[in-house]
């Protein structure tokens, strides 16, 4: 007998004015951009034939980015010891949705993440500089 999975259906969609973003406790509000993911190594098992028999699961990597305004990137520079992004240790938390507005509010909590590399980069024709940062974190828990 098959099982039957019941979902409730929420059509909320948010716009980037709907985030907040927390690195290590600290609001983040020159962001322009924050991006993250989870991968999984699979590997296709075959045994006698030309199709797969299984797909065995290994490890998962987790990286992503954030870019921001300059402005934003000196004051993480200076909030870190000896002045190096690069040695910082810290949590990453996402907030979607507008609780003024009743949204369900859903949290992603990028765990145990560290810059990569700082990208500084502005061109002639662009008003201002944005900095790109890349992450590496340990795990990512969502809550709704």
Do not use: W
Not at 13 to 31: H, L, M, N, P, Q
Not at 69 to 90: A, R, T, W
Not at 104 to 116: A, M, P, R, S, W
């Amino acid at each position: 007998m098959a099982q039957t999975i019941q979902q409730t259906f929420d059509s909320t969609e948010y716009t980037f004015a709907d985030i907040t973003v927390r690195v290590g406790g600290v609001d983040i509000t020159k962001i322009q951009k924050v991006a993250y993911k989870v991968s999984q190594k699979k590997d296709a098992i075959y045994g006698k034939g030309v199709n797969p028999i299984a797909v065995q699961r290994g490890q998962k990597t987790y990286d992503g980015s954030i870019d921001l305004l300059q402005s934003e990137f000196e004051s993480l520079i200076s909030m870190s010891p000896n002045h190096d992004l690069l040695s910082l240790h810290f949590d990453i938390t996402v907030t979607y949705g507008n609780a003024e507005r009743g949204d369900t509010l859903i949290t992603d909590v990028l765990q145990g993440c560290e810059f990569t590399e700082a990208q500084h980069s502005l061109g002639n024709d662009e008003t201002y500089m944005k900095v790109s940062l890349p992450i590496v974190f340990l795990n990512l828990i969502s809550m709704k």
